[in-house]
């Protein structure tokens, strides 16, 4: 393995917990952001300063091999799922308080079991199938199609599921054959191209400092969050660090209430505490069969 020497157990733990608190408070901004400016800035001015962040914090000879992948094909797509689930998360938020939008986000390990079935022929068993099926029906008690929460766009979230499905399981997949500066640089690379190409179209000068201080403070959270992120994937299993992701939610629980005043109701913590359940068994259960790793919810 390519990255730094293994700290053990506790950092990776640490690390998890910072980037589940760095999430949250990207997904906060981005609800923020969301009536201020286009989408494809908000994924510009994020993903430029993590390219800009990243060679200003590496060695001067680490510089010169930033973009020396064993699998540059995987770190292309990888930025790609994540540049889709930052436009996702975009929309999505504009719809959905913070506290439900994360605990849709965290079906991210069952989705994966069901990507196992139909990209690697992996069998699954029954009581998989229960956990992917008791995930699904908690997402649907946080959405309701039939409360007053609903609209079409609240059905975003589970296509972030997949993109986010398919981006850590590619994280996981090249923290074992390449450094993480490399991952990093990889993504802020494909994130900045992508919405360069757009960017003529939709660019929007703010017109508040308030505004560009939310872009810089979005570009901080999101580039430090991913880094914590890689390191802890690095360093601990999977079916270690996924309990410690689902206190994301509890996390943007408490982000939703200081910053938007909004506490989830009755129905919706029990959708919440059903997918956590759910996706915490499902990671427990991958550890102790002989399936390929499962991955932890972005």
């Not at 993903?47 to 770190?75: C, D, E, I, K, N």
Request: aromatic share 10%; hydrophobic share 55%; net charge positive.
């Amino acid at each position: 393995m390519r990255n730094l020497v293994p700290l053990g157990k506790p950092a990776a733990i640490g690390c998890t917990l910072a980037a589940v608190a760095f999430f949250v408070s990207l997904d906060t901004t981005t609800k923020l952001l969301a009536a201020a400016v286009p989408v494809v800035m908000v994924v510009w001015f994020r993903y430029l300063f993590q390219v800009l962040l990243t060679l200003a914090t590496v060695a001067p000879a680490q510089r010169r091999t930033l973009h020396r992948s064993r699998r540059p094909g995987l770190q292309v797509l990888r930025g790609l799922m994540l540049v889709l689930a930052t436009v996702l998360a975009f929309y999505s938020l504009q719809v959905m308080p913070i506290a439900e939008f994360t605990a849709v986000v965290t079906l991210t390990p069952l989705f994966v079991t069901l990507l196992a079935v139909w990209r690697l022929g992996e069998r699954v068993t029954p009581l998989e199938w229960l956990l992917v099926l008791g995930g699904m029906v908690g997402a649907l008690v946080v959405i309701r199609p039939t409360h007053d929460l609903f609209h079409w766009a609240t059905l975003l979230p589970l296509l972030l599921v997949l993109c986010n499905a398919l981006f850590q399981t590619l994280t996981r997949r090249l923290a074992e054959v390449d450094a993480t500066v490399t991952t990093q640089f990889y993504t802020g690379c494909v994130g900045t191209l992508a919405a360069t190409l757009l960017l003529p179209w939709t660019w929007t000068t703010p017109q508040s400092l308030h505004v560009w201080g939310l872009l810089l403070l979005l570009c901080v959270v999101g580039s430090v969050g991913h880094l914590f992120l890689i390191m802890a994937y690095a360093r601990a299993p999977v079916a270690t660090l996924t309990p410690f992701l689902y206190f994301q939610i509890a996390f943007a629980g408490v982000s939703g209430w200081l910053v938007f005043g909004h506490v989830p109701d009755l129905p919706a913590f029990a959708g919440m505490a059903l997918i956590a359940l759910c996706g915490s068994l499902g990671t427990w259960l991958a550890a102790r069969t002989p399936h390929s790793p499962k991955v932890a919810p972005r």
